[in-house]
């Protein structure tokens, strides 16, 4: 394995740390500040609008820069934005750092996939792409437990020193193991746009949004669901977490591994539709402890067996603008997820169980796999050139 993929990785467990460990945290942010959980919540919404903003900004700022100057800046930010956040007194301050620590999300994801691209061996572009995400599925899987521990043992500042150092790691690593890449060729601004002409890279984002946010639906609920529904102890969910993580970590390698094997596209289509199937046996099956347990390792191994097939993609589908197309992946990943937990409440809201949760969340992904076999059917050429 390549120490530059590693180095990435590394990042990528930051920015995962940063964004998920705020779910486990929130009561006690909210009793230090002295505000509501849903207003806490909206440090996680901050967060997301950082992502949103980052990915276009890093464009527009450092799009003639060498590769591996700008993934410095970013694992820099990584660490400015944690710090603060770990030092802010209040709940807007805190807010205004958490929007800043969103900043290098989406834009890190973007040139990391880029650099994974041109190191990865001849064969293994999506399995080296796979390799920079796993940092991501280590952070749910480790990271953030272990930041949860540490906010009910210590304090939720401890919490964001501790990602604040991940940042300094992967900021060491990147400077000593990625190698001196040359910019990308200057297209100017308007060429960084070009690629969003074709109808190409709107289908991969608007599938990437519905097929991550109807997982989202009912994974934004499943620590309810399981301990209301499929009967578990509320002492079991850090384990079941855990599971869930690792079923995040599985995905994904099957992911990349299936992507180079066969097709991105093709591993995309399955995989949405094994979620999709996933989801309604969820609904179903939910109130059956070990089935619940079986469901969720497979539905969270979905979630993230998607994502370094689509980076794939979207570089494929945004030449003269691949910074700002792999960056967007993850926007549409952040809406997705956002849209996904509002849908996802609405059964609740109107009295249902926590199992309903998954009926949205299937008729998204359904969606998803409707709008990829499209892809697949309007540009049967481009998925022909790399068989």
């Known amino acids: 394995m390549k120490k530059s993929l590693i180095a990435l990785a590394f990042g990528t467990l930051a920015l995962g740390m940063s964004e998920f460990v705020m779910m486990g945290i929130l009561p006690e942010i909210a009793r230090s500040l002295g505000v509501s959980i849903p207003e806490a919540g909206h440090l996680i919404s901050a967060y997301a609008l950082g992502v949103c903003f980052g990915a276009p900004l890093t464009v527009l700022v450092a799009r003639t820069r060498p590769l591996k100057q700008i993934l410095l800046a970013l694992a820099a930010l990584i660490i400015v934005g ?150 578990f102890s509320p ?31 093709r591993v995309v289509r399955f995989t949405l539709f094994v979620a999709c199937a996933a989801l309604l046996a969820i609904f179903f099956g939910a109130h059956l402890r070990y089935l619940s347990l079986a469901l969720m390792f497979l539905t969270t191994a979905c979630l993230f067996c998607v994502s370094s097939p689509q980076q794939l993609l979207i570089l494929e589908n945004s030449r003269g603008g691949e910074m700002l197309g792999a960056a967007l992946v993850q926007v549409a990943f952040n809406l997705g997820n956002a849209l996904g937990a509002y849908c996802g409440g609405l059964p609740i809201d109107h009295g249902l169980g926590y199992r309903y949760t998954a009926l949205p969340g299937a008729a998204f992904v359904l969606l998803g796999l409707i709008v990829i076999s499209l892809y697949i059917y309007k540009f049967p050429r481009r998925e022909a050139e790399r068989q």
């Open 82 to 231: 944690n710090l603060c956040a770990a030092l802010m007194p209040t709940y807007w301050s805190l807010m205004a750092m958490r929007f800043v620590s969103g900043l290098p999300h989406g834009a890190f994801f973007g040139v990391g996939s880029i650099v994974a691209e041109q190191v990865a061996d001849q064969g293994r572009r999506a399995e080296a792409v796979s390799i920079m995400i796993v940092g991501m599925t280590v952070a749910n899987l480790f990271g953030v437990p272990l930041g949860t521990y540490i906010s009910s043992a210590v304090t939720w500042r401890a919490t964001f020193g501790m990602v604040a150092v991940w940042g300094a790691v992967a900021l060491l690593l990147i400077r000593l193991w990625v190698p001196s890449l040359p910019p990308l060729p200057d297209t100017g601004m308007k060429g960084q746009f070009r690629f969003l002409r074709s109808a190409a890279p709107w289908l991969l984002l608007l599938s990437v949004m519905l097929g991550n946010g109807g997982i989202f639906c009912w994974y934004s609920y499943v620590s309810p669901l399981m301990v209301r529904t499929s009967g």
């Open 235 to 265: 002492h079991d969910l850090t384990l079941i977490i855990m599971l869930a993580g690792f079923g995040m970590f599985a995905g994904n390698i099957v992911g990349g591994h299936s992507a180079d094997r066969f097709t991105p596209e």
